[in-house]
């Protein structure tokens, strides 16, 4: 899985959105429209290969308004479809340039 497959499943609207991301991204204050730029502007920071039943990732970018956002997401291979399994703003107390996490 990389950054580009769940970009193209954005573009193509390919993607399921967990109830648990759906309260996270309006209890963070944010838009789906914020989280799916932060996708096409972001990076992948952390690989997840081992998670059932898709392997996941957690991307980090910045929406419009140049705000961090991670957001954590599962890439079927077989239908080319992502799920958003969650979101949030990260905590500057927990992450380094919100890529790396503080020991």
Same mark, same amino acid.
């Given at each position: ?6 970009? $193209? ?11 648990? +991301? ?18 096409? @502007? %972001? $990076? ?11 392997? @996941? ?9 140049? $705000? ?5 997401? +599962?890439?079927?291979?077989?239908? %080319? +479809? ?22």
């Amino acid at each position: 899985m990389d950054i580009g497959d769940i970009i $193209e499943s954005i573009k193509t609207d390919r993607v399921r959105i967990t109830d648990h +991301a759906d309260e996270e991204i309006h209890n963070d204050d944010l838009t789906f429209e914020d989280v799916f730029v932060s996708v096409i @502007s %972001g $990076e992948i920071i952390e690989k997840y290969p081992q998670d059932k039943p898709y392997p @996941s990732c957690l991307v980090y970018g910045n929406n419009f308004k140049n $705000e961090p956002i991670h957001s954590v997401w +599962a890439y079927n291979r077989n239908t %080319g +479809a992502s799920v958003l399994i969650t979101v949030y703003r990260p905590d500057p107390k927990k992450w380094i340039e919100w890529k790396r996490r503080k020991r």
